[in-house]
């Protein structure tokens, strides 16, 4: 059974242990997690879920290795290659954390002028990074924003769909805590309409149990903590109609304002970004850079001929924009259902291994139909 139904005196016990260092307090929050002392409402602004309300349909490939994502380093004749892509359904949420484990690979003393191979969200925190640092990365990319997967992600800070359980590595587990840590503290720098970042409340939704937090043999169990004021809801004190609501607190991150946020401070602090397609590993060779940062998404598949990247297609339907929603969803099932500026967005889909990527208009309608079920039910 998930600790989250301790009694609420374990939190007052906690927060009275004023010595408690930060972390430890971090860590033992899961086990409050039901002792929520903010008022909830039991209303919400309800999403208006209709068929002439479509704005868009969409189709994105997540880059997925049932390993995890990799971030080494190897030589390429006299090059470094740094790779850090394969992040699955969270590039958006693991970026900074895994850039951060990327440029540590990065040999001492090297030069100072560097490539990065990618422009979605990994290659650009990766060349912020190293700008801050005082590298000057040059980024090579065959598509820049729009037209990349990562603006077609969802964007909820959440590390989910990164790795099957069965394939976690010890190193692995210590490289994926460290980068949602790492990823969790950065964002918050970002929050605010600049950058497209927001804390909203994100309700996690069940017919059939309770929401059971990670267990500890879980990567995602070392996260869990990180999530503020989250809780357990019992009926009534929140507006959907199903028997079992989690609430806790996260970020959304906006792709299109974000990455344009991105790519415009990459620009201020005196970065280039070269369009260019890169056949094989090799024509990287050729490069006047030493230094490289492989952050090519599912395109590592073809570039580095890893096999173990494989899509999950996931295909997302927009609503009409409604401001007044303010909060997240997930569930039942597999819908979910972010409030973006550009759109209310509808998912889910998360199909393993196809490559196909035109709207279905089955999944369409399913989405549709599962989440006007939800919206249409609430108080
Ligand atoms: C429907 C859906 C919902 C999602 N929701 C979320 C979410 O809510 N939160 C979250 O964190 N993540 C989410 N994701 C996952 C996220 O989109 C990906 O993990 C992320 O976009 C991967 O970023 P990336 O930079 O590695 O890859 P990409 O965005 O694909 O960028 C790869 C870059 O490499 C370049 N490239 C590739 N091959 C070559 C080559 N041979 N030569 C030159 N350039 C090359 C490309 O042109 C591109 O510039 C979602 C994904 C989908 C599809």
């Given at each position: 059974m998930s600790s989250m139904i301790r009694p609420i005196a374990t939190r007052r016990a906690f927060l009275s242990a004023s010595s408690l260092s930060l972390a430890a307090c971090a860590q033992r929050r899961t086990r409050i997690a039901t002792a929520l002392a903010a008022p909830i409402s039991p209303r919400a602004a309800r999403v208006r879920v209709s068929p002439d309300r479509v704005i868009r349909s969409t189709v994105g490939l997540r880059p997925f290795r049932p390993?995890?994502?990799?971030?080494?380093?190897?030589?390429?004749?006299?090059?470094?290659?740094?790779?850090?892509?394969?992040?699955?359904?969270a590039g958006i949420t693991l970026s900074w954390g895994t850039a951060q484990l990327a440029v540590d690979l990065a040999p001492r003393g090297s030069v100072r002028e560097c490539a990065v191979i990618g422009c979605g969200v990994v290659g650009l925190a990766t060349a912020r990074l190293l700008q801050e640092l005082g590298y000057s990365p040059t980024i090579y990319a065959r598509e820049m924003p729009p037209l990349t997967t990562s603006n077609?992600?969802?964007?909820?800070?959440?590390?989910?769909?990164?790795?099957?359980?069965?394939?976690?590595?010890?190193?692995?587990?210590?490289?994926?805590?460290?980068?949602?840590?790492?990823?969790?503290?950065?964002?918050?720098?970002?929050?605010g309409e600049p950058y497209g970042v927001r804390w909203l409340p994100l309700y996690t939704l069940a017919r059939d149990r309770a929401y059971i937090t990670p267990p500890p043999t879980s990567p995602n169990s070392e996260v869990e903590p990180l999530y503020p004021e989250a809780g357990q809801l019992t009926a009534g004190r929140h507006p959907f109609d199903v028997p079992y609501a989690h609430r806790r607190h996260t970020m959304l991150i906006e792709p299109a304002i974000y990455l344009g946020a991105l790519i415009r401070d990459f620009y201020a602090a005196g970065g280039k970004i070269v369009i260019r397609e890169f056949a094989e590993a090799r024509e990287l060779t050729g490069l006047r850079e030493e230094l490289i940062f492989n952050c090519t998404g599912l395109g590592a598949r073809t570039l580095f001929g890893d096999s173990e990247l494989i899509p999950i297609r996931g295909q997302l339907v927009f609503l009409l924009p409604q401001p007044e929603v303010d909060y997240c969803t997930i569930g039942p099932g597999n819908i979910y259902m972010f409030p973006r500026r550009d759109g209310i967005l509808l998912g889910g889909s998360f199909d393993r291994d196809v490559w196909n990527t035109q709207p279905d208009p089955a999944t369409t309608e399913r989405i549709l139909r599962e989440n006007a079920a939800l919206f249409g039910s609430m108080r």
């Open positions: 390993a995890g994502f990799v971030v080494r380093a190897e030589k390429l004749d006299t090059k470094t290659v740094i790779h850090n892509y394969g992040h699955g359904g077609l992600a969802g964007g909820l800070w959440e590390p989910v769909s990164v790795f099957d359980h069965a394939r976690v590595t010890p190193e692995f587990r210590r490289q994926f805590a460290e980068a949602a840590r790492t990823a969790f503290r950065r964002y918050q720098s970002f929050a």
